[in-house]
Structures are given as structure tokens and as C-alpha cells.
């Protein structure tokens, strides 16, 4: 029972190219959240899904797209990647309004 | 608009030296408010979830407490093993917002 799965783990990008960031959960979650993490400012949610088949923008979506590929898996794609985009990303699966479970994060610089 | 602080933003204990951490929020609607420990470059482990204030939850050395304004977060005899950083997080039924966390240093 691996719980909330990320990969990869690091990556470098250059301004402008474009990635996919990986999430799987096999605790049967409906709901699935994306969040970055920033020195300073907290987690702040950039997009979640409520159930498969549904996707709702957070707090900073802006340069962000998801995909809720089936209930285990949700995706998320930098198009063109910028310098501001460079954070620790998590993933995490939960039930609802009830409590969240993270996985162990993606690290993204972009230069 | 909601919003979450907490603190002290840092906290050095001597071991067995009890303190509370603190969580503020304003929100438009609480649906519940959460605890959670994260260790240096680990993903956010759950802790606690506190619904209705008044309500309180206890495992192991923490305690969690709710209020209708604030939580806090008890330490009771901490052990270098405690050392973390604590966040918390409130649901307002559509968004999840998160404080920006309690580092917390328990010296042996």
C-alpha cells in the first residue's frame, strides 16, 4: 500500500519547455488536489478534483493545466514553463471536506 | 478574505519544556480544521481534524484545540523526535488554505 505516489522526484527545466507531473493514489480517494510549495507562503492549492471526470481551479492556477485520468491518477502539465514555476510540488488524495494525504513531492527548478 | 496565520514562525524547545503553537484563521465558513507534521523534504504527514469548536484531540504528546477564532496546538514534554514543522490548514468547503507553518527545534 504505497499511499500517494509522485514522480519524478527532481527536475530542471528551461524557460519555456513543457512537462507532465505524475500522481497516483491507491487509497480509493474521490478527491485528488495539486499544491505548490513556496519558502514563505505556505502551500497554496493550484487545482483539485472533486471526483474522476471533474477538475476546479485553487487558489493559483495561472499557468497550470490537470488531468484527472482515471480515480487513481491525477496529472499536472506546465505548458511553458517559467523561473516563477519553480517550487516543490505535492500531490494529495482525501475524502471530501475530511483530511488530506500527501505524497512526497516533486522538486522543479526552472531556469 | 480567508486567511490563516500562525505562530511563533519558530520555536526552540529544551526537551521535556511543554509550549503551544497557534493557528489563526478567518474564514467564511469552517469545515473543518486540520493538523499536519512535515519533516524536512517529506510531504505534509495528517495529524488531527478538529470540526466544532470546543472539540479537542489528543495522540501521544500533542494535544489539538479549537475555538472559534483560533487553534492551538499543545506540546506536552517534547522529545528531539518532535522536532518538525507544524501546519496548519482550514476547509471552507470549496478551498483548502494553509498557514505557513511552526518550525519547531527540540534540543536534546
Known amino acids: 500500500n504505497a499511499g500517494v505516489t509522485q514522480t519524478p522526484k527532481f527536475q530542471v527545466l528551461k524557460t519555456g519547455q513543457s512537462m507532465t507531473l505524475q500522481c497516483a493514489q491507491d487509497?480509493?480517494?474521490?478527491?485528488m488536489y495539486w499544491y505548490r510549495q513556496d519558502p514563505g507562503m505556505g502551500l497554496r492549492l493550484i487545482y483539485y478534483?472533486?471526483?474522476?471526470?471533474?477538475?476546479d481551479k485553487g487558489e493559483v492556477p495561472n499557468g497550470y493545466n490537470v488531468s484527472r485520468l482515471n480515480k487513481r491518477e491525477f496529472s499536472l502539465r506546465l505548458e511553458s514553463a517559467a523561473p516563477s514555476q519553480t517550487s516543490v510540488y505535492f500531490c494529495?488524495?482525501?475524502?471530501?471536506?475530511?483530511?488530506?494525504?500527501f505524497g512526497p513531492g516533486t522538486r522543479l527548478t526552472v531556469t | 478574505e480567508d486567511q490563516v496565520t500562525q505562530s511563533p514562525e519558530a520555536l526552540r524547545l529544551q526537551e521535556g519544556e511543554s509550549s503551544s503553537l497557534n493557528c489563526s484563521y478567518t474564514?467564511?465558513?469552517?469545515?473543518?480544521l486540520f493538523w499536519y507534521r512535515q519533516d524536512p523534504g517529506k510531504g505534509p504527514e495528517f495529524l488531527f481534524t478538529?470540526?466544532?469548536a470546543g472539540e479537542e484531540k489528543e495522540k501521544e504528546r500533542l494535544k489539538a484545540t479549537l475555538t472559534k477564532k483560533e487553534s492551538f496546538l499543545h506540546i506536552t514534554a517534547p522529545k528531539p523526535e518532535d522536532s518538525a514543522t507544524y501546519l496548519c490548514?482550514?476547509?471552507?468547503?470549496?478551498?483548502?488554505?494553509f498557514g505557513t507553518g511552526t518550525s519547531l527545534t527540540v534540543i536534546p
Open positions: 494529495a488524495g482525501g475524502r471530501g471536506d475530511y483530511e488530506q494525504y
Open positions: 487509497m480509493n480517494h474521490n478527491s
Open positions: 478534483s472533486a471526483s474522476e471526470g471533474t477538475t
Open positions: 474564514v467564511s465558513g469552517l469545515r473543518g
Open positions: 478538529l470540526y466544532s
Open positions: 490548514a482550514v476547509n471552507t468547503g470549496n478551498q483548502f488554505y
